[in-house]
């Protein structure tokens, strides 16, 4: 891994990003919700409890970003004929997916955050916000890079994303209104995300068997995304 040609990429594809329509409407989309949520619907969801907002607007950052901006910046490099260019001037795999998985962490983050304060929670909750956040993204990030190897460009990356997407965020917000959805959301990290920031914020002891399966949860998708990726990268490469 050179520091210098991973600087100069992260640079390049954080710029990208605010410029390639797609990548900035999928980043804007969970902030937009959190405004219109907390602003315009801020009277009928007084009661939720849990930062129910705030976790709902995170579920939908942490299935979109990781799958679709991921997989979107990889895939444009290949649909614009780029990534060849990039490898022939000694740019190394490694350089070329941290840079943008990095990319993508640091997009996460920023949204995270903007959401937390846009919702309004309190403070004292940030530090632990910060830690679940990295790690539920971090489960997910290994298979939105995945999908960005398996995809030839940015319509088919969108294509493939799609029903991992639908099922990061919808067993999460449904869980509550069906036994069985519940027992199955509890196996994505997006309902490792609402677990223990709801447990968190409920001012209750925090280490039960609740939250011990979410943390586990997290590890085992962060393990199984490694290797699914190394073994799409081992049978696939990163250049077509």
């Known amino acids: 891994m050179n520091l210098r040609i991973c600087k100069a990429l992260f640079m390049k594809d954080f710029k990208n990003c605010f410029v390639n329509k797609n990548v900035f409407l999928m980043l804007a989309l969970p902030v937009f919700f959190g405004v219109i949520y907390k602003f315009l619907l801020g009277d009928i969801l007084q009661g939720a409890t849990g930062g129910f907002v705030m976790v709902l607007c995170i579920i939908m950052t942490i299935s979109i970003v990781p799958l679709n901006v991921l997989a979107n910046m990889v895939a444009e490099e290949k649909e614009k004929h780029t990534l060849r260019s990039l490898m022939l001037a000694n740019v190394s795999a490694t350089d070329f997916l941290l840079s943008k998985a990095f990319v993508a962490l640091v997009l996460m983050l ?11 929670e309190p403070m004292e909750y940030f530090g632990y916000f910060l830690i679940f956040y990295i790690l539920t993204s971090l489960s997910v990030l290994f298979f939105g890079a995945l999908v960005g190897l398996l995809s030839k460009d940015q319509m088919s990356a969108g294509t493939l994303s799609s029903p991992l997407m639908i099922l990061l965020m919808l067993p999460p917000m449904f869980s509550q209104l069906n036994e069985m959805i519940g027992k199955i959301a509890v196996i994505f990290p ?3 995300f609402q677990t223990l920031y709801v447990q968190l914020s409920s001012h209750q002891n925090f280490w039960n068997q609740d939250t ?12 199984l995304g490694i290797l699914a990726f190394g073994y799409g990268y081992k049978k696939k490469g990163l250049d077509d």
């Not at 920023?110 to 959401?115: E, F, P, Q, T, V």
């Open 212 to 223: 011990m399966i979410a943390i586990i949860v997290c590890i085992v998708w962060i393990l």
């Open 190 to 192: 997006t309902t490792s």
């Open 110 to 120: 920023i949204d995270g955050i903007l959401i937390f304060f846009v919702c309004q």
